[in-house]
């Protein structure tokens, strides 16, 4: 896998990941009120209800690693494709809590419908492909 391809990749992954933190926010705000980038920081970070997003954030993070020669420039980015090609594939009637609550995300937000055909096409590049 080449840098550009690699870098495409933690865009797409990024920009995915922005979208559905968005998503997040909005709905904790509702019911806790306007937070400061530093207060919901806080709950990104300690939030029993926002732990279902670190398979993503662990993802982009083993890219960073890679990009970086932290880790192996050549298996980990495939590994990292391979991990989100399977996370994304929408299946509705998983047990895992990253797919439940994406699927259900995806339903409810254009933004992150967008996000994901992004991330489904730098998966194309990468030569993975997810369903949906």
């Known amino acids: ?15 995915l990941h922005r979208a559905l933190v968005d998503l997040e926010r909005g709905d904790f705000e509702k019911r806790h009120g306007p937070q400061s980038a530093g207060e919901f920081l806080q709950v990104m970070a300690f939030s029993e209800d926002m732990r279902w997003l670190e398979p993503l954030s662990r993802l982009i993070t083993m890219l960073d690693e890679a990009i970086d020669g932290a880790a192996d420039a050549a298996a980990t980015p495939r590994a990292v494709a391979q991990r989100a090609r399977d996370l994304l594939g929408l ?23 967008h996000a994901h055909a992004a991330a489904i096409a730098a998966l194309k590049a990468v030569g993975t492909v997810a369903p949906g």
């Open 1 to 15: 896998m080449t840098t550009d391809t690699c870098q495409q990749l933690r865009r797409a992954l990024l920009d």
């Open 91 to 113: 299946d509705r009637d998983s047990v895992d809590p990253f797919k439940q609550r994406y699927a259900q995300r995806f339903d409810q937000s254009p933004p992150l419908v």
